[in-house]
C-alpha cells in the first residue's frame, strides 16, 4: 500500500512538472516562458498540415491556456427536466429501457423538444445561384441514466456498453430512413461545450444532405486511397502504434490517439483497429473494448483537468461497405476559445503540441492504474 501511494505521488509530481504546468489550472502561475519549461512548449509555432482535410493547423505554445480559459463541467445537481417523474414534459419518448421486473428506466429515447428538424419529404427548390428545401431529418434524445449527477467516467462500465449499443442501434435505424446522407451523433458536456441539459445525454442527427466536415474527411481519404491504395486512417493509426509520438492508448480493438494536426488542446480520437467505415454495424462483442477505452480517456481527462467542458463527435457513414472512409470518436475539450486571428484567418490555433498532449494524458492514465 505504501509503495502505491509513493507511485502516485511521483506520478503528480510528473504531471505537475514545468513541461504540463500550462495544462493545469492550480498551477498556472508560471510563464510559459520560462527558462525551466521543456523546449518543446517554448519552440516556435509551427504550421501542420491536417491528413484528413485541406486546412493547416498553427501549432503556436507561444500562446499558452489562460486561467479563464477553464471551466468546471462536474454535475451540480442529481435532478434536471430529463430525470424521471419529467417523462410526460421534454419529447415524446421512443424507446425505453428498463431492467427485468422493474418500471424503472435505465435509459430512454426520445424525439429532441427543440429540434429543427422534422420528418418531412425532401424536396430542393430554387435556381443554381439560390438553393433551398423545407426542413426535413430526424432529431434524437438518448437519456443516457437516470441519474443526473452521473458521468460517463464513473458509470458501470457494463451500463456504457449498453449505451453504446443503443447509439449503434439508433443510428442503424435512422440511417434506414428514406434519402439520409449524413448521420452524427454528439455528446456535448457543460454549458461551455453546448449542453442543452445538466444530465448524462447525447444528440442523434439525421438529414438528407451532406455533412461539409465529412466530406472534408471523404474527399482526403479518397485522395490517398486513389495515390496508395490503402486507407488513410488505417496507416495514420499504423504509424502512430509504430512511432508512439502521439500514441495515448489502446486495447485489442480500438486505439486512441493525439491526431498530428490537433485543432484544439488535448483533442484526442479514438478509431477502430478494424477497418470499417459506419458505427452503426459495428459488432456487439468489441463494444465493451470501446466503453473501457472511451472511459479511461474521459477519466483521464476529468481527473487532470477538472471535469471541462467537452465534447464528443462521432463520425460515420450512415452505411457500412465504404473502403476509404474509417469511422471514428473525436474528443474535444473545450479549453481556450477562438480569437480574432482565428476567425478572419481560417487558421486553427492550438497551444498544446499533440505530442504533449499524448505524454499528458498517459501520464493521467497512468495514475489511474496506481
Not at 1 to 12: D, F, H, I, N, Y
Not at 27 to 52: E, G, I
Not at 268 to 288: G, K, Y
Request: charged share 20%.
Amino acid at each position: 500500500m505504501k509503495g502505491r501511494q509513493e507511485t502516485r505521488e511521483k506520478l503528480k509530481i510528473s504531471l505537475s512538472s514545468p513541461l504540463l504546468v500550462t495544462y493545469l489550472p492550480s498551477l498556472l502561475p508560471f510563464s510559459l516562458h520560462s527558462p525551466f519549461l521543456c523546449p518543446t512548449l517554448r519552440a516556435v509555432s509551427q504550421l501542420r498540415k491536417d491528413p484528413f482535410s485541406p486546412a493547416w493547423v498553427i501549432i503556436s505554445p507561444e500562446r499558452g491556456l489562460e486561467p479563464s480559459d477553464f471551466g468546471s463541467a462536474r454535475p451540480k445537481t442529481n435532478h434536471s427536466p430529463l430525470s424521471p417523474g419529467n417523462e410526460a414534459f421534454v419529447g415524446k419518448e421512443i424507446r425505453s429501457f428498463c431492467p427485468p421486473g422493474s418500471k424503472q428506466w435505465r435509459m430512454r429515447v426520445i424525439e429532441n423538444p427543440t429540434a429543427l428538424l422534422t420528418p418531412k419529404p425532401f424536396q430542393i427548390a430554387g435556381s443554381d445561384l439560390f438553393t433551398s428545401a423545407l426542413n426535413s431529418g430526424y432529431q434524437e434524445i438518448i437519456v443516457e441514466h437516470p441519474d443526473a449527477s452521473m458521468t460517463l467516467d464513473h458509470m458501470p462500465l457494463e451500463h456504457l456498453t449498453d449505451v453504446l449499443k443503443l447509439y449503434r442501434d439508433r443510428l442503424e435505424t435512422l440511417s434506414g430512413k428514406p434519402n439520409i446522407q449524413h448521420i452524427q451523433l454528439t455528446r456535448n458536456v457543460g454549458k461551455m461545450a453546448g449542453a442543452s441539459y445538466d444530465h448524462p445525454h447525447a444528440q442523434i442527427l439525421a438529414i438528407p444532405v451532406n455533412n461539409r466536415w465529412i466530406d472534408e474527411e471523404i474527399s482526403a481519404a479518397s485522395d490517398y486511397y486513389d495515390l496508395h491504395q490503402h486507407c488513410l486512417f488505417c496507416d495514420v493509426m499504423e504509424a502512430e502504434l509504430r512511432t508512439k509520438e502521439r500514441l495515448i492508448s489502446y486495447n485489442q480493438h480500438f486505439v486512441a490517439i493525439a491526431p498530428y494536426a490537433s485543432k484544439n488542446p488535448l483533442e484526442t480520437w479514438i478509431l477502430p483497429r478494424q477497418h470499417a467505415s459506419s458505427f452503426a454495424e459495428v459488432a456487439s462483442n468489441v463494444l465493451p473494448f470501446l466503453a473501457e477505452l472511451l472511459q479511461s480517456i474521459v477519466r483521464a481527462m476529468n481527473s487532470a483537468l477538472n471535469y471541462p467542458p467537452y465534447n464528443l463527435l462521432l463520425h460515420t457513414l450512415p452505411k457500412e461497405g465504404n473502403s476509404k472512409y474509417h469511422w471514428h470518436i473525436e474528443l474535444l475539450p473545450r479549453l481556450t476559445r477562438q480569437a480574432g486571428f482565428d476567425w478572419s484567418s481560417g487558421f486553427y490555433v492550438n497551444p498544446t503540441p499533440p505530442e504533449d498532449a499524448a505524454r499528458f494524458l498517459k501520464g493521467a492514465l497512468a495514475l489511474q492504474e496506481v
